[in-house]
């Protein structure tokens, strides 16, 4: 397991709480592998371990097209994966889904893709 508490630049942070990943601060296309390699990273120790995952992005200031992207196409591609965000980023979510991140958005807000459960 890699330790992500480290600061990932100057106005973000990306801590790994067990199956949580928190993101805060500034997120955007010039951290967007690095955080893509944290979400693989998480991924595959909560499957070893069989438990749901979260990635709270609910505490990022700022996230651009690339992160939003990022975290659609987990929501989509990871069962049990829960994606806490800002109603801004699930807005920007929804417009780059063409609307069908509806399908995802729940009573909670998070985004979570159908059967999954919750982190």
Avoid: K, W, Y
Avoid at 67 to 91: D, K
């Amino acid at each position: 397991m890699i330790d992500h508490t480290a600061p990932a630049g100057p106005d973000r942070r990306v801590r790994r709480d067990g199956p949580v990943l928190r993101l805060t601060g500034d997120s955007d296309l010039s951290n967007r592998l690095a955080l893509a390699f944290c979400v693989a990273d998480l991924r595959e120790d909560c499957a070893a371990q069989g438990l749901p995952m979260t990635i709270d992005a609910s505490a990022l200031r700022f996230a651009d097209r690339a992160i939003a992207e990022l975290l659609l196409q987990s929501a989509q591609a990871v069962p049990g994966l829960t994606v806490r965000c800002s109603p801004q980023l699930r807005f920007m979510i929804d417009i780059l889904d063409g609307g069908s991140a509806s399908d995802l958005i729940h009573g909670d807000g998070s985004l979570r893709a159908s059967g999954g459960t919750t982190g």
